[in-house]
């Protein structure tokens, strides 16, 4: 059970998949004007992150390691990643019309969420099973979740600041993003 803590806290804040990685910075950049939205894309990656990561495990292992077609993971998890981003964005669509179009092109991003497919190939290479790759893929995307939320809130008050002109728009986005990937590298030295 510790193993399974740690690994949840590493991939979450340690080897947070936006700062410390750079996977996922379309969507991060872009969605992370306002809370809610964000907040929504959070939650959307979220749920696309763990069922992909079960579900690529078991393709794997079941599928491509018997029939020695592990050349073809990649292949194979874009297209199980490609299916569950459709599936996500038929519910959020009939659930939630105005989330659906605060998210506009960005939740069809996720098929090409580099973080999505990151998190299944990471648990290829590491050769985690179905419980570890699971976990894996809830600690990355929850520390998706809170960097984008973070940044997020982070965006919403600077609208009231005053921002140098040569620094209005991305660059203080990066700045930002910048200084949030500092202050997640201090979780590096952190004793379990």
Known sequence: MGKLVLLFITSAFVSN?????????CSFVGVSKKIKTAVGMGLAVVFVIVIASAAANLV???ILV???????QT????LVIAALVQFVEMIIKKYSPG???ALGVYLALITTNC????????????GYNLIYSIVYGLGTAFGYLVSITLLAGIRERMENNDVPKSFQGM???????GL????FYGFSGLKL
């Open 17 to 25: 998949v936006v700062l410390s990685r750079f996977l996922g910075l």
């Open 60 to 62: 794997f292992d079941f």
């Open 66 to 72: 018997p029939l020695d077609l592990t050349y073809l």
């Open 75 to 78: 292949i194979v998890f874009i």
């Open 99 to 101: 989330l659906y179009n």
């Open 115 to 126: 973080a999505v497919l990151g998190v299944a190939l990471t648990n290829a290479k590491e």
């Open 171 to 177: 660059p203080i986005v990066l700045i930002t993003a």
């Open 180 to 183: 949030m990937a500092i202050a």
